[in-house]
T-cell receptor, first 113, second 112 residues
Framework: ETGVTQSPTHLIKTRGQQVTLRCSSQ?????VSWYQQALGQGPQFIFQ???????GRGNFPPRFSGLQFPNYSSELNVNALELDDSALYLC????????????FGPGTRLTVT | RKEVEQDPGPFNVPEGATVAFNCTYS??????FFWYRQDCRKEPKLLMS???SGNEDGRFTAQLNRASQYISLLIRDSKLSDSATYLC?????????????FGAGTQVVVTP
């Protein structure tokens, strides 16, 4: 296993609600990237955090926001949920020395009804 | 046009056979290329990086063609456990911090 954990595993929310997803990175990794994977698609980059700062963002609206904590764990927050937000949310951790060697957590499956 | 395009498959492969598939990428400035493997309802896992000269890891061979902007993956002596979706991954062209673009994946089904 990668040592990257995510919680919760599954979540059901209604449209308009807010959700917080959590990720614990692998020991020694200071970078966390978040991805959204819709059914039948590849993961889409949401944003990346490095040493508690956002370090790049994909094509996602501001209602997607995040945090990284001093222990390098991270949160993804989504406000005003829409039906299209239903997806698998993956976090991946990596180190500064090997930024492209990313280790994914098992994901959080979010269903918006 | 998508940044990274893959044939979705499925590629149905008899056990022991060879299968190969490609992926094309749109931005010639991309520098880093990878293949990830994703099992059904599981997280992606790094299979191998793809180097300019081509590289091999056991039964897996990856090739990069910069002129035509495609990368390929070949699996020899297919095993049942090779059944998975293979994701082609390319870095964002202006990035050196590990922001990745994924294709939608190619499904491989190895049959007995």
């Amino acid at each position: 296993e990668t040592g990257v954990t995510q919680s919760p595993t599954h979540l059901i929310k209604t449209r308009g609600q807010q959700v917080t997803l959590r990720c614990s990175s692998q020991s020694g990794h200071n970078t966390v990237s978040w991805y959204q994977q819709a059914l039948g698609q590849g993961p889409q980059f949401i944003f990346q955090y490095y040493r508690e700062e956002e370090n790049g963002r994909g094509n996602f609206p501001p209602r997607f926001s995040g945090l990284q904590f001093p222990n390098y764990s991270s949160e993804l927050n989504v406000n005003a949920l829409e039906l299209d937000d239903s997806a698998l949310y993956l976090c991946a951790s990596s180190s500064g020395q090997q930024p492209y060697e990313q280790y994914f957590g098992p994901g959080t499956r979010l269903t918006v009804t | 046009r998508k940044e990274v395009e893959q044939d979705p498959g499925p590629f149905n492969v008899p056990e022991g056979a060879t299968v190969a598939f490609n992926c094309t990428y749109s931005n010639s400035a991309s520098q880093s290329f990878f293949w990830y493997r994703q099992d059904c309802r599981k997280e992606p896992k790094l299979l191998m990086s793809v180097y300019s000269s081509g590289n091999e890891d056991g039964r897996f061979t990856a090739q990069l063609n910069r002129a035509s902007q495609y990368i390929s993956l070949l699996i020899r002596d297919s095993k049942l456990s090779d059944s998975a979706t293979y994701l082609c991954v390319v870095n964002f062209p202006t990035d050196s911090w590990g922001k990745l673009q994924f294709g939608a994946g190619t499904q491989v089904v190895v049959t007995p």
